[in-house]
């Protein structure tokens, strides 16, 4: 079993849908999570960043940790077609300031949001 | 705005020239970067991790001698990809954590690299 696992999609849906995207993960010790949506031919974008279990909304996105069930989702309401692009959770045991350690990285999910 | 530069964008070149991607810190010291390559359809791929003042930590599989990281200052780390060929042709990214102890990882905006 993969340390993360992400549905690659693609995912395509009406301008103006709820976007669920969501990853699954099998390290227990995981407890900082982070979404980042990428663009074609760009690097990532860091969208939104959890620390342990519960939401955080951010405007239009919502991200939710369930540490129990090992399941992390992104919502992003009323969507639009500037929201198209490939969506990447990634999630680590501990945060060093940079001395140490990497994300672990979904292998990210399409979306297409058509008007 | 971005906190993590990256240059050039986009290079293209011949088969056996070398080339060099920059990474740099705006506004923060950063004493570590990642070095990414993500191929077409692909998640990122970590190759290698940048130390400032010491050696790079290279994953496995990937060839320290073909990509030469130096990370000569706080806010600076290079690739250079020697002697290219063109299956060396991808997207390379940097990313490099924030300036506070619990920020999370920011990527510079990739380089395209294209080998022909």
């Known amino acids: 079993q993969k340390e993360v696992e992400q549905d690659p999609g693609p995912l395509s849906v009406p301008e103006g849908a709820i976007v669920s995207l969501n990853c699954t993960y099998s390290?227990?010790?995981?407890?900082?999570f982070m979404w980042y949506r990428q663009y074609s031919r760009k690097g990532p974008e860091l969208l939104m960043y959890?620390?342990?279990?519960g939401n955080k909304e951010d405007g239009r996105f919502t991200a939710q940790v369930d540490k129990s069930s090992k399941y992390i989702s992104l919502f992003i309401r009323d969507s639009q077609p500037s929201d198209s692009a490939t969506y990447l959770c990634?999630?680590?045991?501990?945060?060093?300031?940079?001395?140490?350690?990497?994300?672990?990285f979904g292998k990210g999910t399409k979306l297409s949001v058509k008007p | 705005g971005a906190v993590v530069s990256q240059h050039p964008s986009r290079v293209i070149c011949k088969s056996g020239t070398s080339v060099k991607i920059e990474c740099r810190s705006l506004?923060?010291?950063?004493?570590?970067m990642f070095w990414y390559r993500q191929f077409p359809k692909q998640s990122l791929m970590l190759m290698a991790t940048?130390?400032?003042?010491?050696?790079?930590?290279?994953e496995q599989g990937v060839e320290k001698d073909k990509f030469l990281i130096n990370h000569a200052s706080l806010t600076l780390s290079t690739l250079t990809v020697t002697s290219a060929h063109p299956e060396d042709s991808s997207f390379y990214i940097c990313?490099?954590?924030?300036?506070?102890?619990?920020?999370?990882?920011?990527f510079g905006n990739g380089t395209r690299l294209t080998v022909t």
């Open positions: 506004d923060f010291q950063a004493t570590t």
């Open positions: 390290n227990s010790a995981f407890q900082y």
């Open positions: 990313s490099a954590w924030g300036s506070s102890y619990n920020s999370p990882l920011h």
């Open positions: 940048s130390n400032e003042g010491s050696k790079a930590t290279y």
């Open positions: 990634a999630m680590i045991p501990f945060l060093y300031g940079g001395s140490q350690g990497n994300l672990i």
């Open positions: 959890t620390y342990s279990s």
